[in-house]
């Protein structure tokens, strides 16, 4: 865009063709979309791996403006947001009228340069401060005038009266991570009181399940159970924050590239689970000794226990309205509904999901009225 600083880069995003928009993320980006256009600073806030930077990226995407991106940082001073006097402007005039005299005249001056919430505001684009709460609350007190009265006070020594009207389309989202995370700040009173907050947890096993699939192109059967295996590990945690949906999609992905598959009697899927996951298993410990290894062996057991279907079931023969099983013997099953599985003992309930429906009968799929 003319006038944005050549240092600064300016994004322009588009919906990612992975991006899973199941209800409760459908939900979650409609309202934060809806609060953003109506001109409020929208807050992600939760854990690691929450979808934070995700939904705030896609909400930025549909606001359909170019995206300033600032990641928070300790080191942040105010002029690593608003600018200051950064460069250097260095001009030399010669002055050689009479020819037998040459006078030279060399200037140095400090020169302004606007950073990225300057430039947000000026030229109306949508700032996204992911994990804001990482740079010093002084830092961020900048932001207090912006949000409210929409003027971005600047320092004199930048061309102008000291303050920035803010432009009609300019748009916040935000970031942060609970302030217990180590490196991060309290976040003062006043500017969260300037946003409207929602507060993220792990989504459901269904939205999990999804994007595990939808990131690791392994089925959606087995992307559930491996879902069901990280969330029943999440319970024994102590902050039940993790493993996080990031290991979902790391055993996921490697299972796909080794071309194993999430199934028990997969030794190369329980080699993959056991490299994720040794990092939380050390810390379960029973007398000294870590017993988080024979207990992820269990819960491997028990959620992705699967029994294939006996050999002859293939060959029955199909009827009217039904589709047969695949020649490669791996059936195509629907994939589990749970609902309300967040509430319940979770993990239990969803990993008995997935074995009531791995031991299910049928070699032949009902159509969706239910005929066979
Ligand atoms: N709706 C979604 N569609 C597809 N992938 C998603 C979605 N939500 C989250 N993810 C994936 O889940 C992982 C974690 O998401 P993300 O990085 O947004 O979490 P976060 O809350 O910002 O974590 P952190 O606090 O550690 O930065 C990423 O790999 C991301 O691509
Ligand atoms: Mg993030």
């Not at 608003?82 to 001056?109: C, P, W």
């Not at 009609?168 to 009181?193: C, M, W």
């Amino acid at each position: 865009m003319i006038g944005i600083p050549e240092e600064l880069t300016v994004l322009s995003l588009r919906r990612k063709p992975d991006f899973v928009d199941t209800p409760c993320v459908r939900s979650l980006c409609e309202r934060a979309g809806f609060y953003a256009q109506a001109g409020y600073p929208v807050h992600f806030s939760g854990p690691a791996g929450t979808g934070k930077t995700t939904l705030a990226m896609h909400v930025a995407a549909e606001l359909g403006r170019p995206v300033i991106l600032v990641h928070g940082d300790d080191e942040f001073g105010s002029s690593d947001l608003i600018g200051g006097q950064l460069g250097y402007r260095a001009s030399r005039v010669v002055d050689n009228f009479i020819h037998s005299v040459v006078k030279t005249e060399e200037n140095v001056s400090k020169v302004w340069m606007d950073n990225r919430i300057t430039t947000a505001c000026k030229f109306g684009l949508t700032l996204i401060y992911d994990e804001f709460n990482r740079s010093r609350p002084e830092a961020n007190n900048v932001l207090l005038g912006v949000l409210e009265e929409r003027l971005l006070e600047l320092p004199t020594c930048r061309s102008g009266d000291g303050y920035l009207q803010v432009h009609p389309e300019f748009r916040a989202i935000f970031t942060s991570n609970p302030e217990e995370y180590a490196g991060v700040h309290k976040t003062q009173d006043a500017l969260l009181d300037r946003m409207i907050t929602i507060k993220l947890g792990h989504y459901d096993p269904d939205t999990e399940a999804s994007i595990t699939s939808a990131k690791s192109g392994l089925p959606m059967d087995d992307a559930q159970r491996v879902v069901a295996l990280v969330r029943s590990f999440r319970t024994m945690g102590v902050n039940h924050y993790r493993p996080t949906i990031r290991a979902c999609i790391m055993i996921a992905r490697l299972t796909a590239l080794r071309n194993a598959r999430a199934t028990a009697d997969d030794a190369i899927f329980r080699e993959v689970c056991r490299d994720v996951l040794c990092c939380d298993t050390i810390k379960i410990t029973h007398d000294g000794e870590s017993v988080g290894e024979d207990r992820l062996e269990q819960l491997i057991q028990q959620a992705c226990a699967i029994s294939d279907p006996p050999a002859e079931t293939t060959d029955r023969p199909a009827k009217t309205g039904a589709r047969a099983v695949p020649s490669n013997g791996r059936r195509k099953r629907k994939s589990a509904v749970i609902h309300g599985a967040e509430d319940a003992p979770e993990a239990g309930l969803f990993a008995q999901a997935v074995e009531l429906e791995a031991a299910g009968p049928p070699s032949i799929e009902g159509d969706p009225e239910g005929n066979l």
